[in-house]
């Protein structure tokens, strides 16, 4: 099992910064993929962004390009999300996930394809 723990949400004002940090533990999967998804009050799950373990492929959503850079310190098996020019769209739960293997990269954007999931951590932008 791989447990996920996130942490880094709050409160910030549109236009504003946060990093969210993504901690796994118990059986650390070398080529996993992590992901970010998040879910906004009376909406759908999202995908945000993913990073190969390796950290040699990244991929955004288009409402993030730009502004959201993923990376990940395999020496402290965490992922992060450096989040710049919040928007008060961007508010949701933000959830960390995870794969058991590889997994192609055109399949990165599916929640089905993580099995490995965090509690989520309450990112809430202020206009």
């Known amino acids: 099992q791989v447990q996920l723990v996130e942490s880094g949400g709050g409160l910030v004002q549109a236009g504003g910064s946060l990093r969210l940090s993504c901690a796994a533990s118990?059986?650390?999967?070398?080529?996993?993929?992590m992901g970010w998804i998040r879910q906004a009050p009376g909406k759908e799950r999202e995908f945000v962004a993913a990073?190969?373990?390796?950290?040699?492929?990244?991929n955004y959503a288009d409402s993030v390009k730009g502004r959201f850079t993923i990376s990940r310190d395999n020496a402290k098996n965490t992922v992060y999300l450096q989040m710049n020019s919040l928007k008060p769209e961007d508010t949701a739960v933000y959830c960390c996930?995870?794969?058991?293997?590889?997994?192609?990269?055109?399949?990165?954007?599916?929640?089905?394809?993580?099995?490995?999931w965090g509690q989520g951590t309450q990112v809430s932008v202020s206009s």
């Open positions: 118990g059986r650390t999967i070398s080529s996993a993929t």
């Open positions: 990073i190969t373990w390796s950290g040699d492929s990244t």
């Open positions: 996930a995870a794969t058991k293997a590889y997994i192609s990269p055109s399949t990165w954007v599916r929640e089905g394809s993580y099995d490995y």
